[in-house]
């Protein structure tokens, strides 16, 4: 199973807001609606942001939103803050009963 | 508090073997699902393995298949990895996290993950 494919890096400055891509293929992101994203900081472990395509788990701002369209799974940070600075993982679901995560964005706030 | 701690990880010759530990608490272990997750030095995340609530129905990554096993003991609240056969590449911090499960079934995220523990695999 390949990973799934995201951009080495994105940026944005405070307060505005950005996409991150996460490409897969119909055995994963294109035949499942379980793709899930997670923001890991550096030393820290992944926490998860984003569940099922679009849903936030408790806790998490209402500035994260996700969304998919066919075989590409879109994460979006909206008014950018200093603490959203981190690498962020897409994973998804597989038809092998596996998961399969991206290489990671790193998210840069300038 | 919900709660995930992994132990077990050091430093381990090629071929050598190392059992790794993943301690719950706060929450009914024996009714969610499991899988192991590792990141190698400076690279992203790589599932590794997955079981299930009863410990019999288990899915391995081809990477790791025939060398690693994972198992539960729901008494204890602990998740296990037991890697044989290790290799340079298998270096990497072993996350443990937790698959959400409710009375209609279980999900397909991790919602909680433990800190991590590492192992390297060098001579």
Redesign the interface.
């Known amino acids: 199973?390949s990973?799934l494919t995201q951009p080495a890096s994105v940026s944005g400055s405070p307060g505005q807001s950005i996409t991150i891509s996460c490409t897969g293929t119909t055995s994963d992101i294109g035949s499942?609606n379980?793709v899930?994203w997670?923001q890991q900081h550096p030393g820290?472990?992944?926490?998860?942001m984003i569940?099922?395509v679009s849903r936030r788990?408790s806790g998490v701002s209402n500035r994260f939103s996700g969304s998919k369209s066919g075989n590409t799974a879109s994460l979006t940070i909206s008014g950018l803050q200093a603490e959203d600075e981190a690498n962020y993982?897409c994973?998804s679901?597989t038809s092998?009963?596996?998961?399969?995560?991206?290489?990671?964005t790193m998210l840069a706030v300038l | 508090q919900v709660q995930l701690v992994e132990s077990g990880g050091g430093l381990v010759k090629p071929g050598g073997s190392l059992r790794l530990s993943c301690a719950a608490s706060g929450f009914s272990f024996s009714d969610y699902y499991f899988?192991w997750?590792r990141q190698a030095p400076g690279k992203?995340?790589?599932?590794v393995s997955?079981i299930l609530s009863s410990g019999s129905t288990i899915?391995y990554?081809?990477s790791v298949k025939g060398r690693f096993t994972i198992s539960r003991d729901n008494a204890k609240n602990s998740l296990y990895l037991q890697m044989n056969s290790l290799r340079a590449e298998d270096t990497a911090v072993y996350?443990c996290?937790r698959v959400p499960c409710t009375r209609t079934g279980c999900?397909?995220?991790?919602?909680v993950?433990?800190?991590?523990t590492t192992v390297t695999v060098s001579s």
């Not at chain 1, 820290?44 to 998860?48: G, I, Q, R, S, Y």
């Not at chain 2, 993950?113 to 991590?116: E, L, S």
């Open positions: 199973q990973a499942y379980y899930s997670y820290k472990a992944p926490k998860l569940y099922d788990p993982y994973s679901y092998n009963s596996s998961w399969v995560f991206g290489g990671g | 899988t997750i992203g995340l790589e599932w997955y899915f990554a081809d996350y996290a999900s397909f995220y991790m919602d993950w433990g800190k991590g």
